[in-house]
């Protein structure tokens, strides 16, 4: 499952290296839409729980099919929102930063999660910060990409190249609609990302341009269905089966995108990342 593909782009023979992740996701048994605090949100619209879980139920399996190590945190009646795993922290170094969400909807979450990882086995360390984990830290290579904007704040950027010991390079968002990082990039592996550039101000896009001048460039049709929300081992790319142009654009790069749907899990604004929390002892 794991290992080496290489591929010729070109006249250059490039590796893909698949890795095997270890992650948490959390059953999205109580997940629902009574509440409005991103512009994906519509509360006086239905949603379907037992659909929703059965497409997360999709995504589970495609993971376990790739040989992933997938951990489980039990769900919590009341929290529609702890299906999105990503936001309950961020992890490196068996260190876990724990989460302080912005809307107090979502607050009671942060705890549960820190709860999780110390029974796990991690080292927590409880924010002083509003942050809202790898919703906004992504980490490629040995650098640390950090969004800010909307939920995290700044400052919680600090605090994370003081625990970790890390370069942190600040992104602002200005798109509310791709209001978390992790909505607006997506990590291909430790060298290459891809973007959206028209979700971030013209600092952060002139960052990314230098930083990444061979990033797949993801259309807007396909953002708006938070294609850039995907999860990648290095070759394998799980992402949203709609879509298609980054699809396209991965299997030209070597990749191998794996489509899921999770359309019912869009109704509250997450795709595949948000459900996704890597786990790096």
């Known amino acids: 499952m794991f290992g080496c593909v290489r591929v010729r782009l070109g006249t250059v023979t490039t590796n893909r290296t698949a890795t095997k992740r270890s992650v948490l996701m959390c059953r999205p048994e109580f997940f629902t839409v009574s509440y409005r605090i991103n512009p994906w949100m519509h509360p ?8 929703a879980v059965r497409q997360w139920e999709t995504l589970y399996q495609t993971y376990l099919d790739l040989g992933f190590d997938v951990q489980l945190i039990e769900p919590i009646d009341g929290l529609p929102d702890m299906v999105y795993a990503a936001n309950g922290g961020f992890v490196i170094d068996n260190i876990a930063y724990g989460a302080d969400f912005t809307y107090p909807e979502r607050q009671p979450e942060g705890p549960a999660y820190m709860d999780w990882f110390r029974e796990a086995g991690f080292d927590v360390r409880v924010p002083e910060n509003i942050n809202e984990g790898e919703g906004d830290f992504l980490l490629v290579g040995g650098v640390i990409l950090a969004g800010t904007g909307f ?15 890390r370069e942190v390079v600040t992104l602002e968002l200005v798109n509310p609609s791709f209001y978390h990082l992790d909505t607006a990039i997506a990590i291909l592996d430790d060298e290459n990302i891809a ?28 953002a708006s269905v938070l294609g850039l929300n995907s999860f990648s081992d290095g070759y394998n790319v799980v992402i949203a089966s709609r879509a298609k142009d980054f699809e396209r654009q991965l299997k030209e790069r070597g990749y191998n995108p794996i489509g899921v749907d999770l359309s019912e899990l869009l109704l509250g604004g997450g795709g595949v990342k948000c459900c996704t929390l890597e786990l790096r002892r």
Not at 44 to 51: A, K, Q, R, V
């Open 44 to 51: 006086e619209e239905p949603t379907d729980t037992s659909l």
């Open 195 to 222: 973007y959206l550039p028209s979700a971030f101000n013209e600092t952060g896009l002139a960052i990314l341009r230098e930083r990444f001048p061979d990033a797949v460039i993801v259309n807007e049709e396909d």
């Open 151 to 165: 939920r995290s704040a700044s400052n919680s950027h600090e605090e994370l190249a003081t625990i970790y010991g």
